[in-house]
T-cell receptor
Framework: KAGVTQTPRYLIKTRGQQVTLSCSPI?????VSWYQQTPGQGLQFLFE???????NKGNFPGRFSGRQFSNSRSEMNVSTLELGDSALYLC?????????????FGNGTRLTVT | QKEVEQDPGPLSVPEGAIVSLNCTYS??????FMWYRQYSRKGPELLMY????GNKEDGRFTAQVDKSSKYISLFIRDSQPSDSATYLC??????????FGKGTRLSVIA
């Protein structure tokens, strides 16, 4: 079974631009979560989707947004990029809506903002 | 106080040693406890998953949860160079997303 696929793997953007990251969950998984990973803060929760509905949102500014499609694939968008947005963005999928199903991560998209 | 505290290391041990990795947490509502392993340039990979207090063993790995002390541990027996990675503890409650520790970087020296 294929794992969580994230595209692109690497991205370089300029401050002020916007970016869209894509995530394809494991087949059959309906829940998708996004995390930002930086050396200083570790993994920080961005948002979680289940059946196209946002269930939870982390403490990030409104420049960070996401959505989930009917096939469970998800995208996240960051507008007006800042240098501090440079990070590894990780997508994870899980089987169910509840917390009993653990998260399975992709290998992330490394975003560098210059 | 951060919700989840984890010693960042780095931790360096000889091959064959027993490794102990630990996290403390402050939110008594946490019920689900996980350990992830992350290799360089890869996403976190689920190692162990436990619910509430107690021990769980899987091969060379043992996870312990002590809810009364708000303390979880991961033990690695007979450590191998291939165990060299960053280990992340994570936990959640029924209504909250997974919260991670910052990770402990482990090096196992052959």
């Amino acid at each position: 079974k294929a794992g969580v696929t994230q595209t692109p793997r690497y991205l370089i953007k300029t401050r002020g631009q916007q970016v869209t990251l894509s995530c394809s969950p494991i087949s059959g998984h309906r829940s998708v979560s996004w995390y930002q990973q930086t050396p200083g803060q570790g993994l920080q929760f961005l948002f979680e989707y289940f059946s196209e509905t946002q269930r939870n949102k982390g403490n990030f500014p409104g420049r960070f947004s996401g959505r989930q499609f009917s096939n469970s694939r998800s995208e996240m968008n960051v507008s007006t990029l800042e240098l501090g947005d440079s990070a590894l963005y990780l997508c994870a999928s899980s089987l169910g809506q509840g917390r009993l199903a653990p998260l399975h991560f992709g290998n992330g998209t490394r975003l560098t903002v210059t | 106080q951060k919700e989840v505290e984890q010693d960042p290391g780095p931790l360096s041990v000889p091959e064959g040693a027993i490794v102990s990795l630990n996290c403390t947490y402050s939110n008594s509502a946490f019920q689900y406890f996980m350990w992830y392993r992350q290799y360089s340039r890869k996403g976190p990979e689920l190692l162990m998953y436990t619910y509430s207090s107690g021990n769980k063993e899987d091969g060379r790995f043992t996870a312990q949860v002590d809810k009364s002390s708000k303390y979880i541990s991961l033990f690695i027996r007979d450590s191998q160079p291939s165990d060299s990675a960053t280990y992340l503890c994570a936990m959640s409650s029924r209504n909250t997303p997974l919260v991670f520790g910052k990770g402990t970087r482990l090096s196992v020296i052959a």
